[in-house]
């Protein structure tokens, strides 16, 4: 492997060809949408609402808008308003030096009805992929990033034994129509998270809560991925086809046999088990990294073992801040023998005073990964705009980009100038 590290200058660089993004997604950004989450999310602004007004909330926080005390703060509406905005999005890209970007296509809007398509839709979605073509950055396609088009839910979503058929079906429509511009496809994000809150907690849509109902939307969303995997590849066999995962680094807090026992099944379960029953069906990885837990067994509350953390640096949620962490999963990520793009990773910080730091950290770490072999092959920033995030709505600021949700206008912050040094530069200065 070429030397990454000059000893001369004290800089790290990264391998040639290296691509540098950020990334965003569909229902976060775009606005007007309709599917099972923004039904999802005026039944329930209410409830969040009344729950934030029992929270302690900074002043930074509450004086923006829209902030957790304010029932719009809960419900997407027009997010970014990416979907009319999308060309100038991409010019801040371009000037943040990024050489690729990742955005999902929003499945309910090209299939609003089952088994019809929205032209319309679909050739918006070819004037985004050629805008980005046009702008020499590199599209990776998102497939599905966890909203779903209402008649899928209504027929009771990955729930539903035909599921994976209906997705498949989907991804052949995408792929057909707008295959010649894009050559990374990413089919699912974060299938176990969308499982773990939506049928294991019963926090999300479609709010059914168990083990069986998590084993079987896990399960479909295999299958889902493996038959979409496999439509991609007939109609475009040099298609680079992936996943974005969360993986979550897992430490004992002491190694003693209980720590390490609920260690290795917490790694096993969250970690690998998904990739177990997709693994023949991708050629390359996309890591999400976010989390770490610190393992410590606690026989009366065991859900407590699972995280015992310092919280030295947290973020604006309450995220601990552990870079050292996406070393050790992209080392664990090497006994798969694929290439690895990190696909998410990034920090809610309103204020804009850990960002520029946490992708210097995080970024030394994955060096040193590569370095050691991991084949790392790029890095996208979560995300390029602030967005809606989730079930938190609006409040969390997680961009490089500053959105002013009253205006819409578009402000690009110091951290993203910082970063947009290391993607001009493909290296980092010691």
Same mark, same amino acid.
């Given at each position: 492997m070429k030397l990454l590290y000059n000893k001369s200058s004290d800089r790290l660089l990264f391998p040639a060809g290296f691509l540098w993004g950020t990334a965003i997604s569909s229902h976060q950004t775009e606005g007007g949408n309709f599917n099972d989450w923004t039904e999802w999310e005026i039944k329930n602004a209410k409830i969040?609402? $009344?729950?934030?007004?029992?929270?302690?909330?900074p002043a930074y926080v509450l004086n923006d808008y829209p902030n957790p005390l304010q029932e719009e703060n809960y419900i997407s509406s027009r997010a970014c308003d990416h979907y009319n905005r999308y060309e100038e999005d991409f010019d801040i890209a371009k000037k943040l030096? %990024?050489?690729?970007?990742?955005?999902? &296509?929003?499945?309910?809007?090209?299939?609003?009805?089952?088994?019809?398509?929205? $032209?319309k839709e679909v050739e918006h979605y070819r004037n985004v992929l050629r805008a980005l073509r046009a702008r020499d950055i590199e599209p990776f396609v998102t497939l599905w990033h966890w909203t779903n088009p209402v008649w899928f839910a209504e027929k009771g979503a990955w729930l539903n034994k035909e599921a994976p058929f209906y997705f498949a079906r989907y991804a052949e429509k995408i792929v057909k129509e707008l295959g010649n511009?894009? %050559?990374?496809?990413i089919i699912l994000n974060e299938p176990a998270v969308l499982v773990s809150s939506s049928y294991w907690r019963g926090l999300w849509p479609s709010q059914k809560n168990g083990f069986l109902a998590s084993y079987r939307a896990l399960n479909n969303l295999a299958k889902a991925h493996n038959l979409a995997y496999e439509k991609i590849i007939f109609l475009k066999p040099q298609s680079r086809i992936g996943i974005a995962y969360n993986f979550i680094r897992f430490e004992a807090y002491k190694e003693n046999f209980f720590n390490r026992i609920i260690k290795y099944l917490a790694d096993y379960l969250n970690n690998h088990y998904f990739l177990g029953k997709i693994k023949r069906k991708m050629n390359f990885i996309g890591c999400n990294y976010y989390f770490y837990n610190r393992i410590k067994f606690n026989l009366f509350h065991p859900v407590k073992s699972l995280k015992d953390n310092e919280n030295k640096f947290v973020s604006d949620i309450g995220w601990e801040i552990f870079p050292k962490g996406i070393y050790h999963i992209l080392k664990n990520l090497k006994k798969y023998n694929l290439p690895v793009y990190i696909t998410e990773n990034g920090?809610?910080?309103? $204020?804009?005073?850990?960002?520029?730091d946490f992708i210097k950290d995080h970024l030394l770490w994955m060096h040193k990964? &590569? $370095?050691?072999?991991?084949?790392v092959r790029g890095y996208f920033y979560w995300s390029l705009l602030d967005n809606f995030e989730w079930d938190k709505g609006f409040w969390p600021r997680f961009g490089l980009v500053e959105v002013d949700y009253k205006t819409m206008e578009r402000k690009v912050r110091q951290s993203a100038w910082e970063y947009a040094e290391i993607c001009r530069n493909n290296e980092i200065m010691l």
């Open positions: 969040k609402n $009344q729950n934030a007004k029992l929270k302690s909330w030096n %990024n050489n690729a970007l990742r955005f999902s &296509i929003e499945w309910s809007r090209v299939e609003p009805r089952e088994g019809e398509w929205d $032209q511009l894009a %050559n990374f496809w920090v809610a910080d309103a $204020q804009d005073k850990y960002r520029a990964a &590569i $370095q050691e072999g991991v084949d």
